[in-house]
T-cell receptor, first 114, second 116 residues
Framework: SQTIHQWPATLVQPVGSPLSLECTVE??????LYWYRQAAGRGLQLLFY??????ISSEVPQNLSASRPQDRQFILSSKKLLLSDSGFYLC?????????????FGDGTRLSIL | AQKITQTQPGMFVQEKEAVTLDCTYD???????LFWYKQPSSGEMIFLIY??????QNATEGRYSLNFQKARKSANLVISASQLGDSAMYFC?????????????FGAGTRLFVKA
Protein backbone atom coordinates (compact mmCIF):
# COMPACT_ATOMS: atom_id res chain seq x y z
CA SER A 1 0.00 0.00 0.00
CA GLN A 2 1.05 3.58 -0.55
CA THR A 3 2.23 5.77 2.28
CA ILE A 4 3.39 9.34 2.54
CA HIS A 5 5.83 10.59 5.14
CA GLN A 6 6.35 14.21 6.00
CA TRP A 7 8.75 15.65 8.59
CA PRO A 8 9.27 17.30 10.92
CA ALA A 9 5.83 17.40 12.56
CA THR A 10 6.51 20.75 14.22
CA LEU A 11 9.17 23.37 13.70
CA VAL A 12 9.98 26.68 15.34
CA GLN A 13 12.35 28.89 13.39
CA PRO A 14 13.59 32.48 13.76
CA VAL A 15 12.92 35.06 11.08
CA GLY A 16 15.61 35.00 8.43
CA SER A 17 16.63 31.40 9.00
CA PRO A 18 16.55 28.76 6.23
CA LEU A 19 13.94 26.06 5.90
CA SER A 20 13.84 22.53 4.57
CA LEU A 21 10.75 20.33 4.80
CA GLU A 22 10.87 16.88 3.33
CA CYS A 23 8.18 14.59 1.98
CA THR A 24 8.55 11.07 0.65
CA VAL A 25 6.07 8.65 -0.85
CA GLU A 26 6.31 4.87 -0.78
CA UNK A 27 4.49 2.17 -2.65
CA UNK A 28 3.95 3.98 -5.93
CA UNK A 29 6.01 5.26 -8.81
CA UNK A 30 5.87 8.56 -10.66
CA UNK A 31 3.39 10.17 -8.28
CA UNK A 32 2.24 13.72 -8.70
CA LEU A 33 3.40 15.67 -5.67
CA TYR A 34 2.05 18.82 -4.05
CA TRP A 35 2.90 21.30 -1.30
CA TYR A 36 0.05 23.20 0.37
CA ARG A 37 0.01 25.82 3.13
CA GLN A 38 -2.90 26.26 5.49
CA ALA A 39 -3.22 29.36 7.65
CA ALA A 40 -4.98 28.88 10.98
CA GLY A 41 -8.67 28.16 10.45
CA ARG A 42 -8.40 28.62 6.70
CA GLY A 43 -8.43 26.53 3.55
CA LEU A 44 -5.49 25.08 1.68
CA GLN A 45 -3.37 27.18 -0.61
CA LEU A 46 -1.48 25.30 -3.32
CA LEU A 47 2.17 26.34 -3.33
CA PHE A 48 3.91 23.92 -5.71
CA TYR A 49 3.16 20.80 -7.68
CA UNK A 50 5.36 18.40 -9.59
CA UNK A 51 4.59 15.86 -12.29
CA UNK A 52 8.08 14.38 -12.40
CA UNK A 53 11.71 14.61 -11.31
CA UNK A 54 12.99 18.13 -11.66
CA UNK A 55 9.61 19.43 -12.85
CA ILE A 56 8.17 22.04 -10.50
CA SER A 57 5.23 24.36 -11.05
CA SER A 58 4.87 27.33 -8.73
CA GLU A 59 1.43 28.66 -7.94
CA VAL A 60 2.22 31.66 -5.77
CA PRO A 61 5.22 34.01 -5.96
CA GLN A 62 6.97 33.94 -2.60
CA ASN A 63 10.27 33.29 -0.91
CA LEU A 64 9.69 29.53 -0.91
CA SER A 65 11.00 27.04 -3.45
CA ALA A 66 10.47 23.35 -4.10
CA SER A 67 12.64 20.62 -5.54
CA ARG A 68 12.12 17.02 -6.56
CA PRO A 69 15.53 15.35 -6.62
CA GLN A 70 14.07 11.83 -6.75
CA ASP A 71 10.85 10.34 -8.06
CA ARG A 72 9.23 10.02 -4.64
CA GLN A 73 10.88 12.89 -2.78
CA PHE A 74 9.58 16.44 -2.60
CA ILE A 75 11.36 19.18 -0.67
CA LEU A 76 10.09 22.62 0.34
CA SER A 77 12.80 25.18 1.06
CA SER A 78 13.45 28.77 1.90
CA LYS A 79 16.70 30.72 2.20
CA LYS A 80 15.24 33.30 4.59
CA LEU A 81 11.96 32.76 6.41
CA LEU A 82 9.46 35.57 6.94
CA LEU A 83 6.90 35.91 9.72
CA SER A 84 4.19 35.38 7.10
CA ASP A 85 5.59 31.91 6.36
CA SER A 86 4.06 30.59 9.58
CA GLY A 87 1.39 27.99 8.98
CA PHE A 88 0.57 24.36 8.53
CA TYR A 89 2.31 22.79 5.55
CA LEU A 90 0.88 19.71 3.92
CA CYS A 91 2.47 17.46 1.35
CA UNK A 92 0.19 15.37 -0.86
CA UNK A 93 0.42 12.90 -3.71
CA UNK A 94 -1.98 11.62 -6.34
CA UNK A 95 -1.71 8.70 -8.74
CA UNK A 96 -1.87 10.78 -11.88
CA UNK A 97 -3.21 14.00 -13.23
CA UNK A 98 -6.67 12.82 -14.28
CA UNK A 99 -9.56 14.58 -12.67
CA UNK A 100 -10.87 11.61 -10.72
CA UNK A 101 -7.82 10.90 -8.58
CA UNK A 102 -8.00 12.08 -4.97
CA UNK A 103 -5.00 13.46 -3.21
CA UNK A 104 -3.49 11.68 -0.23
CA PHE A 105 -1.97 13.89 2.40
CA GLY A 106 0.87 13.62 4.85
CA ASP A 107 0.39 14.47 8.51
CA GLY A 108 1.63 18.01 8.02
CA THR A 109 4.27 20.28 9.54
CA ARG A 110 3.31 23.09 11.89
CA LEU A 111 5.79 25.88 11.25
CA SER A 112 6.05 28.80 13.66
CA ILE A 113 8.28 31.75 12.83
CA LEU A 114 9.47 33.86 15.75
CA ALA B 1 -12.65 34.98 -8.28
CA GLN B 2 -13.71 32.26 -5.88
CA LYS B 3 -13.65 28.87 -7.52
CA ILE B 4 -14.97 26.93 -4.55
CA THR B 5 -17.36 28.52 -2.08
CA GLN B 6 -18.33 27.09 1.26
CA THR B 7 -20.74 29.55 2.84
CA GLN B 8 -21.01 27.92 6.27
CA PRO B 9 -18.00 28.70 8.47
CA GLY B 10 -19.50 26.56 11.24
CA MET B 11 -22.34 24.09 11.61
CA PHE B 12 -23.92 22.35 14.60
CA VAL B 13 -25.75 19.05 14.40
CA GLN B 14 -27.25 16.78 17.02
CA GLU B 15 -25.74 13.34 17.28
CA LYS B 16 -27.57 10.74 15.11
CA GLU B 17 -29.12 13.41 12.90
CA ALA B 18 -28.20 14.19 9.28
CA VAL B 19 -26.39 17.34 8.22
CA THR B 20 -25.72 18.98 4.85
CA LEU B 21 -22.56 20.95 4.19
CA ASP B 22 -22.85 23.33 1.26
CA CYS B 23 -20.40 23.74 -1.61
CA THR B 24 -20.71 25.63 -4.85
CA TYR B 25 -18.07 25.79 -7.56
CA ASP B 26 -17.24 27.72 -10.65
CA UNK B 27 -15.58 26.31 -13.75
CA UNK B 28 -15.89 26.53 -17.51
CA UNK B 29 -14.21 23.16 -18.00
CA UNK B 30 -16.71 20.38 -18.88
CA UNK B 31 -14.47 17.75 -17.23
CA UNK B 32 -13.76 18.14 -13.55
CA UNK B 33 -13.81 16.25 -10.30
CA LEU B 34 -15.30 17.23 -6.98
CA PHE B 35 -13.97 15.96 -3.66
CA TRP B 36 -14.73 16.27 0.01
CA TYR B 37 -12.04 15.96 2.67
CA LYS B 38 -12.26 15.81 6.44
CA GLN B 39 -9.64 17.42 8.66
CA PRO B 40 -9.80 16.47 12.36
CA SER B 41 -8.09 18.63 14.97
CA SER B 42 -4.96 16.51 14.55
CA GLY B 43 -4.52 18.10 11.12
CA GLU B 44 -4.44 15.21 8.70
CA MET B 45 -6.57 15.46 5.56
CA ILE B 46 -8.84 12.47 4.97
CA PHE B 47 -10.44 11.86 1.59
CA LEU B 48 -14.16 11.15 1.95
CA ILE B 49 -15.95 11.09 -1.38
CA TYR B 50 -15.56 11.88 -5.08
CA UNK B 51 -18.01 13.00 -7.78
CA UNK B 52 -17.07 13.26 -11.45
CA UNK B 53 -18.64 15.90 -13.65
CA UNK B 54 -20.00 13.25 -16.01
CA UNK B 55 -21.34 10.96 -13.32
CA UNK B 56 -25.10 10.51 -13.59
CA GLN B 57 -25.57 9.18 -10.09
CA ASN B 58 -24.82 10.95 -6.85
CA ALA B 59 -21.77 9.47 -5.13
CA THR B 60 -22.20 7.60 -1.86
CA GLU B 61 -19.64 6.22 0.58
CA GLY B 62 -21.12 4.74 3.72
CA ARG B 63 -22.70 7.57 5.72
CA TYR B 64 -21.46 10.15 3.22
CA SER B 65 -23.34 11.12 0.10
CA LEU B 66 -22.81 13.93 -2.35
CA ASN B 67 -25.83 15.88 -3.58
CA PHE B 68 -24.57 16.85 -7.04
CA GLN B 69 -26.61 19.47 -8.87
CA LYS B 70 -24.63 20.21 -11.99
CA ALA B 71 -26.83 22.99 -13.39
CA ARG B 72 -26.58 24.85 -10.09
CA LYS B 73 -22.87 24.00 -9.76
CA SER B 74 -23.34 22.68 -6.29
CA ALA B 75 -21.87 19.61 -4.62
CA ASN B 76 -23.21 19.43 -1.10
CA LEU B 77 -21.99 16.78 1.33
CA VAL B 78 -24.63 14.95 3.33
CA ILE B 79 -23.58 13.11 6.47
CA SER B 80 -26.25 10.79 7.81
CA ALA B 81 -26.53 9.60 11.41
CA SER B 82 -23.88 12.02 12.71
CA GLN B 83 -21.38 10.72 15.24
CA LEU B 84 -19.28 12.63 17.75
CA GLY B 85 -16.21 11.64 15.74
CA ASP B 86 -17.56 13.58 12.76
CA SER B 87 -16.65 16.84 14.49
CA ALA B 88 -13.96 18.30 12.23
CA MET B 89 -13.27 20.74 9.42
CA TYR B 90 -14.69 19.70 6.06
CA PHE B 91 -13.25 20.93 2.78
CA CYS B 92 -14.81 20.83 -0.64
CA UNK B 93 -12.33 20.69 -3.51
CA UNK B 94 -12.42 20.77 -7.28
CA UNK B 95 -9.92 19.25 -9.64
CA UNK B 96 -9.86 20.82 -13.09
CA UNK B 97 -7.59 21.11 -16.07
CA UNK B 98 -5.30 24.11 -15.85
CA UNK B 99 -2.23 25.00 -17.88
CA UNK B 100 -1.75 21.52 -19.32
CA UNK B 101 -2.22 19.75 -16.03
CA UNK B 102 -4.79 19.24 -13.31
CA UNK B 103 -4.95 21.32 -10.17
CA UNK B 104 -7.02 20.89 -7.07
CA UNK B 105 -8.56 23.97 -5.52
CA PHE B 106 -9.95 23.92 -1.99
CA GLY B 107 -12.75 25.88 -0.37
CA ALA B 108 -12.31 27.73 2.91
CA GLY B 109 -13.91 24.88 4.84
CA THR B 110 -16.81 24.32 7.21
CA ARG B 111 -16.26 23.41 10.84
CA LEU B 112 -18.81 20.82 11.97
CA PHE B 113 -19.67 20.39 15.64
CA VAL B 114 -21.62 17.29 16.62
CA LYS B 115 -23.49 17.65 19.90
CA ALA B 116 -24.18 14.72 22.22
Amino acid sequence: SQTIHQWPATLVQPVGSPLSLECTVEGTSNPNLYWYRQAAGRGLQLLFYSVGIGQISSEVPQNLSASRPQDRQFILSSKKLLLSDSGFYLCAWSADLSSNQPQHFGDGTRLSIL
Amino acid sequence: AQKITQTQPGMFVQEKEAVTLDCTYDTSDPSYGLFWYKQPSSGEMIFLIYQGSYDQQNATEGRYSLNFQKARKSANLVISASQLGDSAMYFCAMRELSGGGFKTIFGAGTRLFVKA
